[in-house]
């Protein structure tokens, strides 16, 4: 499905969006969001991601509650709390809006948010980040997928302020309990006129919708959600594995430990902890991941479409 790539091409992507710098917060504290973006891997990893897919290690799930549509709201998250991922198979009670998955395509995301567009692009056999514009992901996305030389993927194309925005609508429980709707002042998010997610023209938190990307083999490695944020998923097309692991004491230790170790490439985070499930993600679900869930996702199907949204959600205790 991907153009032919050059060496020279990748070596200068390469080059790009890889952070480096760390946060001193003190001794004692750790910051999440900047161990995240260290969270790079030199080289190729050393363990087959596919092997993790059939594991009967990871079959239990007892995690992720399924919820019908119609039981999702304010009254029941403020009797249960929202302390597990919640799963939901039907949109129609979620008051949710999403473009037509049969047609939805990467073409449309380029006319919405312009050819020019920058995008970051992760590298999934290093976990490293470049750049690329819209139209040069357009022209990879529908490429030739057997002259593919790498396996790439978008995962932070935050697209409010541009035309894709009046096609997506988050659920009605989302618009209810988001911080950034509801405690951040609104005529500071009025004010925001600039697409880009530049921190010069920033008016208010800028995560609020994201597109994601993705073609066949695509793997994002164990992370927490930036910002202490809660997410949503609502999958368009493919098919998407998550490694789901609590956020417990423990695990947050051993998270820290195997981020700090560098060696990502040689161990699959989810053998390192006492319980870690995976769960299957279908076209038309809707996934809700609360703050501080240690996840890792996979595309296991031709080309995957989400829309993810990072909020600052409450009831995530």
């Not at 891997?41 to 007892?62: A, I, P, Q, W």
């Not at 690329?132 to 935050?158: A, C, P, Q």
């Not at 981020?259 to 499930?277: H, I, N, P």
Request: charged fraction near 25%.
């Amino acid at each position: 499905m991907t153009t032919d790539m050059t060496n020279g091409d990748a070596t200068k992507r390469s080059s790009v969006g890889v952070r480096n710098s760390k946060k001193n917060l003190g001794d004692d504290a750790v910051s999440w969001d900047s161990m995240a973006a260290d969270c790079v891997v030199e080289g190729m990893r050393n363990f087959h991601v596919e092997e993790h897919l059939t594991s009967s290690k990871y079959e239990k799930n007892d995690f992720v509650k399924n919820i019908n549509s119609k039981d999702l709201t304010v009254g029941y998250l403020q009797k249960e709390g929202f302390s597990n991922p919640l799963h939901v198979t039907d949109k129609t009670d979620l008051d949710l809006k999403v473009p037509a998955s049969k047609t939805f395509s990467v073409a449309d995301v380029r006319n919405a948010v312009g050819s020019r567009r920058q995008v970051d692009v992760i590298d999934c056999r290093t976990q490293k980040n470049s750049t690329m514009t819209m139209k040069e992901w357009h022209k990879y996305f529908e490429g030739d997928k057997e002259k593919r030389t790498e396996i790439l993927n978008v995962i932070s194309l935050e697209f409010s302020n541009t035309r894709l925005e009046t096609q997506v609508m988050s659920p009605r429980i989302v618009r209810q309990i988001d911080w950034i709707d509801k405690v951040w002042p609104r005529h500071l998010k009025e004010l925001q006129v600039e697409a880009t997610n530049s921190v010069d023209e920033m008016m208010y938190p800028k995560v609020q919708k994201y597109c994601l990307m993705s073609v066949e083999k695509c793997y994002t490695d164990f992370h927490i959600d930036f910002g202490g944020t809660s997410v949503w998923y609502h999958l368009l097309q493919g098919r998407k594995i998550f490694w789901l692991i609590p956020p417990t004491d423990e695990n947050l230790k051993r998270y820290e430990e195997w981020v700090l170790s560098g060696k990502q490439a040689d161990v699959f985070f989810g053998d390192t902890v006492e319980r870690c499930t995976r769960f299957e993600l279908n076209p038309g679900s809707t996934f809700f991941i609360p703050s501080g869930w240690i996840h890792a996702v996979y595309t296991s199907r031709r080309t995957s479409w989400n829309i993810l949204c990072n909020r600052l959600i409450a009831f995530s205790r």
